[in-house]
C-alpha cells in the first residue's frame, strides 16, 4: 500500500470514528444515548425488497443509518458498497432505505441516528428475512423387486422450518401417506408400484413438489385366457393376456410343439401386455387344446385354451390354468435361464 493509500485509509477511519462519536454510536452497538425508538420487526420474503423507514423534520441537522457496524448513508451520501442499497426520495419527513434482492445476510438489526438540537436520537428495525421452502435432495427413482424394502428420502430446507409430506398417487386420486422426511415400505407389493410425491411448504410461497417413481418387479399373471367358437373354413382367434414387470414374453404351444408366427396359416401378435393367436382357415386338425406360455426373469406361468367348433361343450372360461408337461417345463425353465443372463 503506498503512502496516499494508506493516508487515505485513515482519513475514513478517522471520519468514521467522528461519526460515531456524534450520533453517539459505539463501535458494534446500536444507538442508545438520548431517545431511542423500537419499532415492529420488517419481514420480508428473500428475493424481494425491503424498505426501512425513518421519520425526520426540520429540527433534524444530522441523519445516518446504520447496520451493526456498517455506515450505510449519512445523509445524501452513500457510504455501503452494496449497490442494492439505496435511498429513497420520499417526503421531507421521512428519511427511507430500501434494500433490493434481500437475502440471508441482510437479516439483523438496523439503526437510524438522528441529531436534533446536538440530541441524538435513534430508530431500531429488525429485519427478518424468510426464505421459501425448497426441496434440496430426493431419493432417485427405484426398480425392485416384489418382497424388497424400499427407503425414501426428502430434505428440505427454508424458514420458517417447513414440513414435508409424502403423496402416492393412485387411480383413485392421491393418498398421504406419511408426514417427514422418510418413507419406509416393507415387502413391497406391485400395488404399492407408482409415483411417491414429497411436498415442503412454509406458506411462504407455493409448496415445492418433486416426485420419485418406484417401480415394482414381479412374474407374469395371466389375467385373460379366452377363445371363441369357430367353423371349419372360417378365421379363429385365441387370446391370452399377463400383467408382469418387466412386460412378459408370449409364446404358444399345440401339445408339445411351439407354434411359430407364420408356419402352418397362423399369425402371432405380441402387443404389450397382449398375445393374439390366429388361424386364417381353421381346419378339423386345428382344434384342441392349447398352451398360451407367459415369461419374464423373474417366473412362468401358463394357461390352456380351446379351439373348437360351434357345436362343441366347452367350459365357460374357454381355458383353465395348468402345468406345463415335463418337456415343455424344461424348455421354459431353459430358456428363463438365458433370459436372466441380460
Given at each position: 500500500?503506498?503512502?496516499?493509500?494508506?493516508?487515505?485509509?485513515?482519513?475514513?477511519?478517522?471520519?468514521?470514528?467522528?461519526?460515531?462519536?456524534?450520533?453517539?454510536?459505539?463501535?458494534?452497538?446500536p444507538?442508545?444515548s438520548?431517545?431511542?425508538y423500537?419499532?415492529?420487526?420488517?419481514?420480508?420474503?428473500?428475493?424481494?425488497?425491503?424498505?426501512?423507514?425513518?421519520?425526520?423534520?426540520?429540527?433534524?441537522?444530522?441523519?445516518?443509518?446504520?447496520?451493526?457496524?456498517?455506515?450505510?448513508?449519512?445523509?445524501?451520501?452513500?457510504?455501503?458498497l452494496?449497490?442494492?442499497?439505496?435511498?429513497l426520495?420520499?417526503?421531507?419527513?421521512?428519511?427511507?432505505?430500501?434494500?433490493?434482492?434481500v437475502?440471508?445476510?441482510?437479516?439483523?438489526?438496523?439503526?437510524?441516528?438522528?441529531?436534533?438540537?446536538?440530541?441524538?436520537?435513534?430508530?431500531?428495525?429488525?429485519?427478518?428475512?424468510?426464505?421459501?421452502?425448497?426441496?434440496?435432495n430426493?431419493?432417485?427413482?427405484?426398480?425392485?423387486?416384489e418382497g424388497?424394502?424400499?427407503?425414501l428420502v426428502?430434505?428440505?430446507?427454508?424458514r420458517?422450518?417447513?414440513?414435508?409430506l409424502?403423496?402416492?398417487?393412485?387411480?383413485?386420486?392421491?393418498?398421504i401417506?406419511?408426514?417427514?422426511?422418510?418413507?419406509?415400505?416393507?415387502?413391497?407389493?406391485?400395488?404399492?408400484?407408482?409415483?411417491?410425491?414429497?411436498?415442503?411448504?412454509?406458506?411462504?410461497?407455493?409448496?415445492?413438489?418433486?416426485t420419485v417413481?418406484?417401480?415394482?418387479?414381479?412374474p407374469?399373471?395371466?389375467?385373460r385366457?379366452?377363445?371363441?367358437?369357430?367353423?371349419v373354413?372360417?378365421?379363429?382367434?385365441?387370446?391370452?393376456?399377463?400383467?408382469?414387470v418387466?412386460?412378459a414374453?408370449?409364446?404358444?404351444?399345440?401339445?408339445?410343439?411351439?407354434l411359430?408366427n407364420?408356419?402352418?396359416?397362423?399369425?402371432?401378435?405380441?402387443?404389450?401386455?397382449?398375445?393374439?393367436?390366429?388361424f386364417?382357415?381353421?381346419?378339423?386338425?386345428?382344434?384342441?387344446n392349447?398352451?398360451?406360455?407367459?415369461?419374464?426373469?423373474?417366473?412362468?406361468?401358463?394357461?390352456?385354451?380351446?379351439?373348437?367348433?360351434?357345436?362343441?361343450?366347452?367350459?365357460?372360461?374357454?381355458?383353465?390354468?395348468?402345468?406345463?408337461?415335463s418337456f415343455?417345463?424344461?424348455?421354459?425353465?431353459?430358456?428363463?435361464?438365458?433370459l436372466?443372463?441380460?
Open positions: 500500500m503506498g503512502i496516499t493509500g494508506y493516508f487515505e485509509l485513515q482519513w475514513k477511519c478517522l471520519v468514521v470514528v467522528a461519526l460515531r462519536l456524534l450520533f453517539l454510536v459505539p463501535a458494534g452497538v444507538a442508545r438520548g431517545d431511542s423500537l419499532k415492529d420487526n420488517i419481514t420480508v420474503r428473500q428475493g424481494d425488497s425491503a424498505v426501512l423507514k425513518c421519520s425526520v423534520d426540520n429540527k433534524v441537522s444530522r441523519v445516518a443509518w446504520l447496520n451493526r457496524t456498517t455506515i450505510l448513508f449519512t445523509g445524501n451520501e452513500k457510504w455501503s452494496d449497490p442494492r442499497v439505496v435511498l426520495n420520499t417526503a421531507v419527513t421521512e428519511y427511507s432505505i430500501k434494500i433490493q434482492n437475502n440471508l445476510y441482510d437479516e439483523g438489526p438496523y439503526v437510524c441516528s438522528i441529531l436534533t438540537n446536538k440530541k441524538p436520537e435513534s430508530t431500531k428495525v429488525h429485519l427478518i428475512v424468510q426464505v421459501p421452502a425448497r426441496i434440496v430426493i431419493s432417485t427413482d427405484v426398480s425392485v423387486n424388497s424394502n424400499v427407503s426428502c430434505l428440505a430446507i427454508g420458517p422450518e417447513p414440513t414435508i409424502w403423496k402416492f398417487r393412485t387411480s383413485k386420486g392421491n393418498r401417506i406419511t408426514e417427514g422426511e422418510y418413507v419406509e415400505m416393507t415387502g413391497i407389493t406391485k400395488d404399492m408400484s407408482g409415483a411417491y410425491d414429497c411436498i415442503t411448504s412454509n406458506d411462504i410461497s407455493p409448496p415445492d413438489v418433486r417413481q418406484v417401480t415394482v418387479n414381479y407374469p399373471v395371466i389375467s385366457a379366452q377363445s371363441t367358437g369357430t367353423a373354413g372360417q378365421k379363429g382367434v385365441m387370446w391370452c393376456e399377463a400383467s408382469a418387466p412386460l414374453d408370449f409364446q404358444w404351444y399345440k401339445g408339445e410343439r411351439r411359430l407364420g408356419f402352418n396359416g397362423v399369425k402371432i401378435e405380441n402387443k404389450g401386455k397382449q398375445s393374439m393367436l390366429t386364417f382357415n381353421v381346419s378339423e386338425e386345428d382344434y384342441g392349447y398352451t398360451c406360455v407367459a415369461m419374464n426373469t423373474l417366473g412362468i406361468t401358463n394357461a390352456s385354451i380351446i379351439l373348437y367348433g360351434p357345436g362343441a361343450i366347452h367350459d365357460m372360461n374357454n381355458a383353465a390354468l395348468s402345468p406345463t408337461s415343455l417345463l424344461l424348455t421354459l425353465v431353459l430358456t428363463l435361464s438365458v436372466s443372463k441380460f
